[in-house]
């Protein structure tokens, strides 16, 4: 197939790339049970599995599944600014894809949801010409439109990250559901175990403020990764949310405004018939 000239981790790669391969899946949340069956198939049968997951009891699944599995947290350093740390884990797996190996890639959630290094790592496989995709999963948005009972489609749904929210005075409909990923780390641009997001927080809220009021409930989300345990679903008024304890996996919900007022004439002729 595609001629190789690139050094892998292992030395010097193979001539010939017959056998590379990289499939990227995704773990969902609940422990074990959001494996799907591809997914499942694909980790048993890869030369090389690497994950990043969290969760050690996944972690150890995935062992049991296969015992080539080796994590990818170990790119992770205090202080390393995460894009650095992001592409250390694409070079390292491609540099397991250029041995000539079937290389499983798993990321909890869905593995191409706020997740940049499997999408980058398939990107940069497919321009060498080895054969690369990703199978989906359950990320945090599904757990928590089936815990908090929110259809997306009702109102509609906005998904942003929170940093990337306020850095970018994002454009939003208050009259639809907005959901901000990554509320707990706001502002942190590298690993930091002790980070305060407090002061982002707080700058968070004042912007949220200034379109829904203070009062407005928000509610604070972590899906549960066990079937014993519920998951996370606290709801405070925006001004009591830099008082609300929240951690990495947090994500947070926004319900939306009431609807504005339909449009008769458009509704009208939208109904026309000719
Ligand atoms: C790097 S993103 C990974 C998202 C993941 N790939 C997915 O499919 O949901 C990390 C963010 O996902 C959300 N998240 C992670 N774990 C969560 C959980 N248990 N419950 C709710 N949201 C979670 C939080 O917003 C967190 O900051």
């Known amino acids: 197939m595609t001629e190789q000239t690139h050094e892998g981790v292992g030395g010097p790669v193979p001539e010939t790339m017959d056998n590379a391969q990289l499939v990227v899946v995704g773990t969902g949340f609940r422990a074990i049970g959001d494996l799907t069956v591809e997914a499942r198939a694909c980790l048993e049968q890869a030369d090389k599995v690497l994950c990043l997951i ?44 250029r041995r000539d190996q079937f290389v499983c890639v798993a990321l909890y959630g869905h593995p191409g949801v706020f997740a940049y290094p499997g999408h980058e790592a398939i990107r940069r496989a497919r321009l060498e010409g080895i054969a690369a995709r990703m199978l989906p999963a359950c990320s945090a948005e599904d757990w928590l439109f089936a815990d908090l009972g929110l259809d997306p489609g009702e109102r509609g749904c906005q998904s942003f990250e929170a940093t990337d929210f306020l850095i970018r005075h994002r454009v939003f409909d208050p009259t639809g559901l907005l959901i901000l990923w990554q509320v707990g780390v706001i502002g942190m641009m590298d690993r930091d175990p002790g980070y305060d997001a407090r002061p982002g927080v707080t700058i968070l809220a004042d912007a949220l403020v200034a379109s829904y009021g203070s009062d407005h409930p928000v509610t604070v989300y972590e899906a549960s990764p066990y079937v014993t345990a519920e998951p996370r679903m606290t709801t405070v008024p925006l001004a009591k949310l830099p008082d609300t304890p929240l951690s990495a996996a947090s994500t947070l919900v926004v319900p939306p405004l009431p609807p504005r007022p339909v449009d008769r004439e458009l509704l009208g002729r939208l109904a026309a018939r000719r």
């Open 54 to 97: 969290g969760d050690p009891l996944v972690t150890r699944h995935i062992g049991a599944l296969n015992a080539s599995v080796e994590t990818l947290d170990v790119h992770y350093a205090v202080g390393k600014p995460r894009s650095a740390s992001y592409e250390d884990m694409v070079e390292h797996i491609l540099s397991e894809v």
